[in-house]
């Protein structure tokens, strides 16, 4: 029972001596005694085991004995943990030596209670027999020898310490403390060892915490009174230094200066923050008090505090948190506080009223030699700008001190008036008073010291001119502000009255407006007059000369009626063709006549000039001749049609001007080339009547003529050259002219354009006439009558009516005859239902079958957007000619699928390879079906890009035609077809490349055949139609090079 009572005697004296420490947590609330806490709990539960214990043996219940000696066991592992972190914690070791004592200590305890536990299943720390006889083990001798071991690192580190020396008293006191106890807990360990039955654990345990409480406590005690006393002198300070600062005069603060936070401040600078209290202030910086521009200078002045070692003294205008401005004297010093921690002191002093008094009433004697001086200069230079002004002021930027001048109108003599201060506060609001309400904020803000300086700084010179109001409205004034010549400080403000100046300029801006708006309606007046005048004088042009040829088919006429006949109708072509030239002056003016470039032949436009021509000289008896030089290509890109008229308007003035027997002759010659642009050389040379050297320099001018005499014998408008110049300018070209009296005129036209790559568009075949069925209409029977008659003399049979109903009536009956129109040709501008209603109601029924022409006197360009509009894409102008009503037939049929033309050759398509390139897989589809079962082969492409790799990588000659859809994704069909022609290939030059789209603009044709596509089909495409272009264009392709096809 011996073990119970010293158990209950240790837990006694335990609790008695460390009841503080246990139950007085906030007292003791650092880290060391909350560890040292936790060990006193681990011994306490110690002392109870050991009291168990002793009442357990003498009752013989081994089995709750061996319970409470696994529990002694734990509490002791507990024990040395606690004990080791209490230590490390207590002695505020922090070094790689520290951490090793304390993973120690766990390491040691750790070991315990796995021995323990393992002891539980098979002893090997402890035995307790049946007749609750306890028995040690070696283990449990082992680890009393690695606590004694670990007792003794402790204390010979505390003992090495001292012995080191360097530290302080409170160090020296801890070092002996954790020495001693270390010693005394390892002496009664070892007698521990030999004596095993014995309590000398617990007796060690209570006379070692009895010893730690006695000296640590004693001496925690003595850190918490000079902890408490060094507390209340920094209380004590406290008081005295906010009292301090609500008592300075002025405005007092303390900030953190790494944070900017504000630590302290007294009652008046919280009352300029505009805060309720002191403590409304602390914790907060400048940028949450202050607008940005004052934050940003208390910043700054704190940075520059902080960077000198003596006070810093600053004079600084700044503005409260209600935005009202403050004249301060301001001194800031750097310290540190007891943590360390660096601070700024400032105190302020509110010198607004000072400098004020000071500025208006305390001048020096100085301060006023150097005003009175710089009045002189200030009066001198103002006499100076007198000329220019009637008020000005002389400002001095930094101190705003300023001297104004008036004087009467502009020009007099100006005088001081008076002298102040604050230019830019109270004198800025003063003359804005009288500023025009919507001109206010421009002048504030110009007139803004920050603003203006940044002004200045850029330019010597800042002018604005604004609204002022006067008693009979408003007036222009311009203010003009500069810097003085090398002075940094000054600057002269300047005002006058320029009200004559603005409006008498705004008068002429207004008229210049008025005018040019009066120009362009007169201009769109003129076009649209001249568009309903050529309609107007054309109709009955027309109709003459409709008249004139049906007439003159009559055999019986007489001689000189027949003679009448010609006359009238030369003079009416000649009408028409002076109509046709103002229309498209007209045109060029407006700029409606755009340049439409695409690939074309120069060899077949030469031939058909000079078929032309021949026939026209043939008829005066004149020699006509063309020479072609230096052999240009015949495969170009530009607009043909405008060369070709430039071309005819030169050599039919020749012919015109020049008598029998005469010549005319034309030369052509390729000038210059570079890359893919050539430079072409027409000249035209006649021996006709030659002009004067004065004349020279009008010849291209609209309405120009040499003379009366000119006029009355040749028949000229002087319209002619103005055109043909103007289209040569529009083409990028030049044209000049030489001449001389009696001895002839030579015309030059240079023009640029873009050589062709030889793919120029595979025309159909010859248009066949008897395929041609014809429907004509138009409200002038006349002019009906002599559109039937042109066409029958082209074999093309063709019908007549006179409007839109009586034409519907006539396709209907066609169309269930079996014999259809295929071309309906209608005049557009007719009384009722017009050629727009017209042309959109045969589309809707007949426009799988037909096609719809505009017949027109209009230009084309006049009507193209409402013709597009309901389906109708060409034109052919009034009167029909023989001469190229096939040529235009022809072209407007090969936009369509019209079966209208003669049959040409075609090749065998079985076995041949194609490459289809299309996105849409249904369209892929079908088009593959088409021509499988032509047992021709397919490859496939979904878009340009694959289209061009699957032709770049496939051997030359394997595919006979490519089907190139227009619109696709990645790579369209446009400029797939032009890296392909661009492939050094000799297949890639002459491979038949077929345009397939829904478009069917001129344009969508023009463009498929500038990018180098042989033919152009609309979809959906026909079977029968497609097998047929295929086998053309293979024929005409193997064929150019002597194949068997």
Not at 130 to 143: E, G, H, Q, T
Request: with cysteine.
């Amino acid at each position: 029972m011996y073990y119970s009572a010293i158990g209950v005697l240790a837990a006694l004296v335990l609790l008695i001596v460390n009841w503080d420490i246990l139950w007085s947590g906030e007292l003791y609330d650092k880290p060391a005694w909350n560890v040292y806490r936790k060990f006193l709990f681990a011994v306490l539960i110690y002392y109870i085991t050991d009291i168990l214990w002793g009442i357990l043996e003498s009752q013989k219940l081994s089995k709750a004995l061996f319970v409470d000696t696994t529990l002694y066991f734990i509490a002791m592992a507990a024990g040395i943990s606690f004990w080791a972190e209490y230590n490390v914690a207590y002695l505020n070791e922090k070094s790689p030596f520290g951490r090793f004592l304390k993973y120690m200590g766990k390491g040691i305890a750790g070991v315990i209670t796995l021995l323990t536990v393992t002891n539980i299943f098979k002893p090997v720390l402890f035995t307790v027999d049946s007749s609750s006889v306890y028995k040690p083990l070696l283990p449990r001798n082992i680890m009393l020898v690695c606590q004694i071991l670990f007792l003794l690192i402790i204390s010979g580190f505390a003992l090495t310490s001292m012995i080191r020396g360097g530290y302080s008293y409170e160090e020296g006191t801890r070092f002996r403390i954790s020495a001693s106890f270390g010693l005394f807990m390892a002496a009664f360990l070892l007698i521990q060892v030999w004596f095993p039955y014995l309590p000398l654990y617990s007796i060690a345990y209570m006379l070692g915490t009895c010893l730690l409480h006695a000296f640590v406590v004693n001496d925690e005690k003595e850190d918490r009174k000079r902890e408490l006393a060094e507390a209340e002198k920094i209380s004590e300070l406290r008081d005295r230094f906010v009292s301090l600062l609500d008592n300075m005069p002025g405005m007092t603060f303390m900030k953190d200066a790494s944070t900017g936070k504000y630590l302290a401040c007294n009652r008046t600078f919280a009352e300029y923050a505009r805060k309720d209290s002191t403590d409304e202030v602390v914790g907060l910086t400048d940028a949450q008090m202050f607008d940005a521009e004052t934050a940003a200078h208390f910043v700054e002045d704190d940075r520059i505090a902080l960077s000198m070692s003596k006070p810093y003294v600053l004079y600084e205008e700044v503005f409260d948190a209600a935005g009202k401005p403050k004249q301060l004297q301001t001194t800031k010093i750097r310290f540190k506080d007891s943590t360390g921690r660096t601070c700024l002191v400032g105190m302020c002093q509110d010198i607004t009223d000072l400098v004020s008094i000071r500025r208006e009433h305390a001048m020096t004697k100085e301060a006023y030699e150097n005003a009175v001086n710089s009045g002189r200069l200030y009066n001198h230079i103002a006499q100076t700008l007198a000329r220019d002004y009637t008020q000005m002021f002389c400002v001095n930027t930094d101190s705003e001190e300023f001297i104004e001048y008036r004087g009467g109108e502009s020009g007099s003599t100006l005088s001081e008036v008076r002298r102040g201060w604050h230019f830019f506060s109270d004198c800025k609001i003063e003359l804005c008073e009288s500023v025009f309400s919507e001109d206010k904020e421009a002048f504030l803000t110009a007139m803004n010291r920050k603003n203006l300086m940044k002004a200045l700084n850029c330019r010597d010179t800042f002018v604005m001119n604004y609204r002022k109001i006067a008693e009979d409205g408003t007036v222009y004034y311009s203010m003009k502000i500069s810097r003085m010549e090398n002075d940094e400080e000054h600057i002269i403000v300047g005002f006058k009255d320029v009200d004559s100046e603005m409006r008498e300029t705004m008068a002429k801006n207004e008229a210049l407006t008025t005018a040019l708006d009066l120009a362009e309606t007169a201009n769109r007046s003129k076009t649209a007059f001249l568009a309903g005048m050529s309609h107007e004088i054309r109709t009955p042009i027309n109709a003459i000369i409709g008249l004139e040829n049906l007439a003159l088919k009559n055999r019986e006429l007489d001689s000189a009626t027949k003679k009448y006949l010609e006359k009238i109708g030369t003079s009416a072509h000649h009408l028409l063709s002076v109509i046709n030239n103002i229309l498209v002056m007209s045109n060029i003016e407006s700029g409606r006549n755009m340049i439409n470039e695409g690939r074309f032949s120069l060899r077949a436009m030469l031939e058909q000039l000079n078929v032309q021509m021949e026939s026209e000289c043939g008829k005066k008896g004149l020699r006509y001749d063309c020479v072609i030089l230096d052999e240009p290509e015949d495969s170009y890109i530009g607009d043909d049609k405008k060369l070709r008229q430039v071309l005819w308007n030169i050599l039919s003035n020749a012919v015109k001007f020049t008598e029998a027997p005469g010549s005319v002759k034309m030369t052509v010659r390729k000038e210059a080339e570079h890359e893919d642009k050539v430079t072409l050389s027409f000249a035209v040379k006649d021996t006709g009547i030659g002009m004067d050297k004065d004349y020279l320099s009008k010849v291209f001018d609209a309405f120009s003529s040499q003379s009366e005499q000119s006029i009355t014998k040749f028949g000229s408008s002087g319209l002619g050259m103005a055109i043909t110049k103007r289209l040569v300018e529009m083409m990028n070209g030049s044209i000049s002219v030489s001449s001389e009296k009696g001895e002839g005129t030579e015309f030059s036209v240079m023009v640029t354009i873009h050589r062709g790559d030889g793919t120029e568009n595979v025309q159909k075949g010859e248009i066949d006439p008897q395929a041609l069925y014809i429907l004509v209409i138009d409200d002038s029977h006349i002019e009906a009558e002599h559109a039937q008659m042109v066409l029958s003399e082209m074999d093309i049979k063709a019908d007549i009516c006179t409007g839109g109903v009586e034409a519907l009536r006539m396709m209907e009956e066609q169309s269930q005859n079996g014999q259809p129109y295929n071309i309906v040709l209608t005049d557009w501008n007719m009384p009722g239902m017009d050629g727009a209603e017209t042309s959109a109601e045969i589309l809707s029924r007949y426009g799988k079958s037909c096609i719809v022409v505009a017949m027109t006197a209009y230009s084309w360009d006049d009507i193209r957007d409402e013709a597009n509009k309901v389906g109708v894409y060409s034109c052919l102008e009034k009167p029909l000619f023989t001469s190229n009503l096939l040529e235009n037939l022809g072209r407007i049929a090969r936009q369509s699928d019209l079966r209208i033309f003669k049959e040409k050759e075609r090749a065998r398509l079985a076995g041949r390879r194609i490459l289809l390139a299309e996105d849409v897989d249904i369209n892929a589809e079908i088009l593959t079906d088409m021509l499988e079962m032509e047992n021709i082969k397919v490859d496939h492409a979904a878009n340009g890009k694959a289209a061009v790799r699957l032709f770049e990588n496939s051997t030359a000659g394997i595919y006979s035609a490519i089907l190139m859809d227009v619109r696709m994704p990645q790579m369209d069909g446009l400029q797939a077809a032009r890296v392909i022609r661009a492939m050094d290939r000799e297949d890639a030059k002459r491979i038949p490349i077929i345009a397939l789209t829904a478009n069917a603009f001129d344009e969508d044709v023009q463009l498929s055949v500038q990018a180098g596509m042989n033919e152009h089909l609309n979809k959906p495409v026909e079977a029968e139609h497609l097998i047929r272009v295929l086998g053309e264009l293979i024929f005409d392709s193997e064929r150019s090079l002597g194949k068997n096809v």
